[in-house]
C-alpha cells in the first residue's frame, strides 16, 4: 500500500525566515510525486511534477527536490502570502493519487 | 489552462434530500476524473475515479448507492449524494486528468455540503 507522510504537522516562519518541508513516501513504482498548495476553503492548486531522483524544479519562492524516499519542498525568503497548506501526493500504477496530511504553513510579517 | 470549475460551490440541504454537484473542465477534455472529500483539518480522501462512458470504480468503505457518479462526456462528472444525512457534511473536490496527460490532476475550487 502505498504510503505519505509530511513533515512537520505545521510550521510557523517569520517572513525572510527560509525552510524546508518534508515528504517521505513508500510506494511500488513512483510514477510521479505532486506538490499541491491549498488554501482555507479551495481546493489544491498544482505547484510541481517530480518524476525521478535527482530532479528539481523551481517556482517563485520555491524549489522541489526528489530523492528515492523522499521530497523537500524549499522555501526562500517566505512572504505571508505563501501561507497555505502544503500537500504532498504520489502516483504509482494507475492515476489514482495517495496524499499526505498536508503541512500547514503560516508565515508572519 | 486546466481549469476545472465546480457548481455550486456551497450548498445547505436538509437530511433526507439529494444534491448534485457539478464538475467541469473548462478548457481540456479530461478522460478520468476523481472525486475527493475533505473533512476539517485533515486530507483529501479520494472517494472514486470516474472514466468517462464507463461506471465509476469507487474506493473501499465508499457506497456507490449513496455516492451516485456519473461521467457523461469528457468535460462533465457528477457527483449525486443521495438522501443525504448530516454525517454526509464536508468538502467535496473534484480533479480531472486531461485526455494526453498520464500524471497531472487538476482540482475544482470545491463545494462544501452542510445537511442540516
Known amino acids: 500500500e502505498d504510503q505519505v507522510t509530511q513533515s512537520p504537522e505545521a510550521l510557523r516562519l517569520q517572513e525572510g525566515e527560509s525552510s524546508s518541508l518534508n515528504c517521505s513516501y513508500t510506494?511500488?513504482?513512483?510514477?510521479?510525486l505532486f506538490w499541491y498548495r491549498q488554501d482555507p476553503g479551495k481546493g489544491p492548486e498544482f505547484l510541481f511534477t517530480?518524476?525521478?531522483a535527482g530532479e528539481e524544479k523551481e517556482k517563485e519562492r520555491l524549489k522541489a527536490t526528489l530523492t528515492k524516499k523522499e521530497s523537500f519542498l524549499h522555501i526562500t525568503a517566505p512572504k505571508p502570502e505563501d501561507s497555505a497548506t502544503y500537500l504532498c501526493?504520489?502516483?504509482?500504477?494507475?492515476?489514482?493519487?495517495?496524499f499526505g496530511e498536508g503541512t500547514q504553513l503560516t508565515v508572519n510579517p | 489552462g486546466a481549469v476545472v470549475s465546480q457548481h455550486p460551490s456551497r450548498v445547505i440541504c436538509k437530511s433526507g434530500t439529494s444534491v448534485k454537484i457539478e464538475c467541469r473542465s473548462l478548457?481540456?477534455?479530461?478522460?478520468?476524473m476523481f472525486w475527493y472529500r475533505q473533512f476539517p483539518k485533515q486530507s483529501l480522501m479520494l472517494m472514486a475515479t470516474?472514466?468517462?462512458?464507463?461506471?465509476?470504480?469507487?474506493e473501499q468503505g465508499v457506497e456507490k448507492d449513496k455516492f451516485l457518479i456519473n461521467h457523461a462526456s469528457l468535460t462533465l462528472s457528477t457527483l449525486t449524494v443521495t438522501s443525504a444525512h448530516p454525517e454526509d457534511s464536508s468538502f467535496y473536490i473534484c480533479?480531472?486528468?486531461?485526455?494526453?496527460?498520464?500524471?497531472?490532476?487538476?482540482f475544482g475550487p470545491g463545494t462544501r455540503l452542510t445537511v442540516l
Open positions: 501526493a504520489v502516483q504509482a500504477g494507475t492515476p489514482r493519487l495517495t
Open positions: 510506494v511500488s513504482g513512483l510514477r510521479g
Open positions: 470516474s472514466n468517462e462512458g464507463s461506471k465509476a470504480t469507487y
Open positions: 478548457d481540456f477534455q479530461a478522460t478520468t
Open positions: 480533479s480531472a486528468r486531461a485526455s494526453n496527460s498520464y500524471n497531472e490532476q487538476f
Open positions: 517530480l518524476y525521478s
